[in-house]
């Protein structure tokens, strides 16, 4: 996990454009500096990152999220952050399991393109999959 968390940061550092950062940030009226890495550039990293770093099991998965998403100094860590979590290799660990990950997400980012991107493509396919389980609490 720790191997994956540090190969994606270097990754994005070595892929920034601090030309684009600027104009990135100002465009998402953000607080926390972008490395001015745009989306193609990312999803080519992430994809071949995400191969040569396969995560064990459920617990790796949620910790370096976590760790990606909390110890982050710039948005696109971040947005790796939510790449990472709906990884297609790690669909089977999909469950209303994560959905205290995906409210942190969401409550701490607070933002259009974090809370977009989770409640549409996490949450709402876990809402779905597990209407039961998931309707009371997105109710509360």
């Known amino acids: 996990m720790d191997k994956l968390v540090q190969a994606l940061r270097t990754g994005l550092a070595e892929v920034a454009d601090p030309a684009k950062a600027p104009e990135m940030r ?5 607080e926390m500096p972008y490395r001015g890495v745009p989306k193609p550039v990312r999803a ?3 994809r071949r ?3 040569e770093y396969p995560l064990a ?9 976590r760790k990606l998403w909390r110890e982050a100094a710039f948005r696109e860590e971040r947005y790796v ?4 979590s709906g990884y297609r290799a790690y669909a089977k660990w999909q469950s209303s399991a994560l959905l ?5 997400l969401i409550v701490t980012g607070a933002w259009w393109d974090y809370v977009d991107e989770v409640a549409i493509r996490r949450v709402g396919p876990l809402l779905r999959a597990e209407p039961r389980v998931l309707a009371p609490i997105m109710r509360r």
């Open 26 to 30: 100002r465009y998402m009226k953000s």
């Open 44 to 46: 080519k990293l992430t």
């Open 49 to 51: 990152l995400f191969a």
């Open 57 to 65: 099991d459920r617990a790796s998965l949620l910790s370096a999220v």
């Open 81 to 84: 952050a939510i790449d990472l």
């Open 100 to 104: 205290p990950l995906y409210e942190e």
